[in-house]
C-alpha cells in the first residue's frame, strides 16, 4: 500500500481557461502536478490543453486506493453522489475554486468521509482564505494545514523514490497486471489471517470473521473489537450502538470504526477470490479429468471396432 493517498483540487492559470478547475488522485502529488503541467509524460488529457496549473489543495489519509478514488467521483460528481445528491438536489452545484472547496468541506461533514483520520493540505494563502470565509468547518478530528507538497512526510524519507504510481499507461495495464498480483498477496493474507488467534478473546478464527490493525497488523474478532470500542464509549459517557472509534489492544494507535469495517470488508473480498480460484481450479482439474476418460474411451472403442 502507497505511503499516501489523496485526491487533489488544481486550478488553471491559463489566460484563456483562468479559473478552471480539476479534481484527481494521487499517491504522489508532487509528480503528478509536473505530469499535468507537462514536465513528465502520462498527464491526464484533460488538462493539456489549460495548462500550467496550480495545486490548491490535496485531501489525504484515506486507508485504501478505493476509499479514495471514491472520494474523488463524489467530489467530481456531488449530484450523482448517494452522500451528496440531498444537499444538492434540484440546484447546481457551485463551481470553480470556491465552489469545489464547498463541496470538499460539505463532504468532510457527512457519513462516511467525517469518521475518516483525513488530513487536509492547503497550498495556498487563498485557499486557506475560501476556507474559513465561504465554507463549513471541519470536523475536529480532521486537520488542516498551510504548505508546500515538499513538507508532506513522504518526502521526508530517505528512501523515498519518485514513482509513476498513477499514469494514464499504468491503468491501461491494470486490469492484466492486477489479477497476478491480487492472487498471490490475497492467498498470502487468507492463510495469514485464516492461522490467527484474537488477541481479545484468545480464540482462533472458527466462524468470527477476524480483522487486522492497519498500523501492527493485530489481528481480532470484529466481534470482539467492536464490544471493546463500545465499552471504552460507555465508560466516556457515550452511548452510541455503533462506535465511533477506539484503541488498538496492542499498539493502542487510534482506529475510526469505519476504517476497520473497510479493512474488515477488504480482507473479506480478498477471502471469497481465494475460494472462487480455488473451485474454479478445481472444476477446472474434474473437466479435464473427464475429458481425458473420453477420450480414453473412444480410443478403446476404435481399438474394438479395428
Known amino acids: 500500500m502507497p505511503d499516501i493517498i489523496g485526491c487533489y483540487l488544481l486550478r488553471s492559470d491559463s489566460k ?9 488522485f494521487t499517491t504522489d502529488p508532487r509528480r503528478r502536478i509536473r505530469q499535468h503541467n507537462g514536465d513528465l509524460v502520462n498527464g491526464a488529457w484533460q488538462t493539456k490543453r489549460k495548462r500550467p496549473w496550480s495545486m490548491m489543495v490535496y485531501v489525504h489519509g484515506f486507508p485504501n486506493k ?20 440531498r444537499i444538492y438536489a434540484g440546484k447546481r452545484p457551485p463551481y470553480g475554486v470556491k465552489g469545489k472547496l464547498q463541496i470538499l468541506h460539505e463532504m468532510l461533514n457527512v457519513l462516511p468521509w467525517k469518521k475518516y483520520p483525513l488530513h487536509v493540505n492547503f497550498i495556498t494563502q487563498e485557499a486557506v482564505d475560501i476556507a474559513n470565509k465561504k465554507c463549513r468547518k471541519l470536523p475536529s478530528h480532521i486537520d488542516s494545514i498551510l504548505g508546500p507538497l515538499d513538507a508532506l512526510h513522504i518526502y521526508q524519507k530517505t528512501d523515498y523514490k519518485e514513482e509513476d504510481t498513477d499514469s494514464e499507461a499504468e491503468a491501461d495495464l491494470l486490469d492484466e497486471l492486477e489479477p497476478e498480483l491480487s492472487q498471490a498477496s490475497d492467498s498470502e493474507s487468507v492463510t495469514s489471517i485464516s492461522e490467527a488467534q484474537c488477541q481479545l478473546c484468545n480464540r482462533l478464527q472458527s466462524k468470527l470473521k477476524i480483522v487486522t490493525c492497519i498500523y501492527c497488523n493485530t489481528a481480532t474478532h470484529i466481534v470482539c473489537l467492536a464490544r471493546k470500542f463500545r465499552l471504552a464509549a460507555l465508560h466516556e459517557g457515550k452511548g452510541d450502538l ?15 470504526w469505519p476504517t476497520v469495517v473497510e479493512a474488515y470488508l477488504e480482507q473479506s473480498r480478498k477471502r471469497k477470490r481465494v475460494l472462487k480460484r480455488k473451485k474454479n481450479r478445481s472444476r477446472s482439474r474434474s473437466r479435464s479429468r473427464s ?13 474394438a471396432t479395428d
Open 66 to 85: 478505493r476509499v479514495g478514488l471514491q472520494f474523488e467521483w463524489a467530489w467530481q460528481n456531488p449530484r450523482r453522489s448517494r452522500f451528496l445528491k
Open 291 to 303: 475429458c481425458s476418460s473420453q477420450q480414453s474411451s473412444r480410443r478403446r472403442r476404435r481399438a
Open 16 to 24: 484563456v481557461y483562468k479559473g478552471a478547475t480539476y479534481i484527481g
Open 242 to 256: 455503533i462506535p465511533e472509534s477506539g484503541k488498538c489492544p496492542r499498539c493502542t494507535k487510534k482506529l475510526l
